[in-house]
């Protein structure tokens, strides 16, 4: 190291390095700044994947919440809302016939939400496979069937 000052610095002497050793160079910052890149992307890559399942997830739960709003408005009115009515009938009091007298709701906080890709959910009565009523999201394409992302989610399985 070739010393070309030598400073007094609160009563201490202190020695510097020749002008071109001080600092990182230009490409060493790009290199630093490269791996930065490559890091931030993986980790994008990976909670794009970890996004999809949050929400099937999300669909699923939804769904669940629906099914327990269901079963109490069963419980005061003594029947399920109609296909007509919908599952709006969780949060309102339905107007089309029949209007039940018993309704004690809401039944949900709030107006039925679309499913975690924007589609508006399902609800079928009768429901398949003898159960009473059936409520499902379309998936991620809002078309029926599909695989992985693109499957339906359904009340009854």
Do not use: H
Not at 42 to 65: D, H, W
């Amino acid at each position: 190291m070739i010393r070309n000052r030598i400073l007094k610095k609160r009563g201490a002497w202190v020695t510097r390095e020749k002008k071109g050793e001080e600092g990182w160079t230009f490409i060493e910052t790009l290199i630093v700044l490269g791996i930065i890149l490559i890091l931030t992307a993986s980790v994008g890559f990976m909670s794009i994947r970890y996004l999809q399942k949050a929400k099937v997830v999300a669909a699923r739960n939804q769904i669940e919440t629906f099914v327990t709003a269901l079963q109490a408005y069963y419980l005061d009115c003594g029947m399920f809302p109609t296909q007509e009515q919908g599952l709006d009938a969780l949060y309102t009091r339905p107007s089309i016939e029949p209007v039940p007298e018993s309704w004690n709701g809401p039944y949900i906080a709030k107006p039925v939400p679309k499913d975690p890709w924007g589609n508006e959910y399902v609800y079928v009565v009768p429901g398949p496979d003898g159960f009473p009523f059936g409520i499902k999201s379309l998936g991620a394409d809002g078309m029926e069937g599909g695989e992985g992302e693109n499957a339906d989610i359904v009340s009854w399985e």
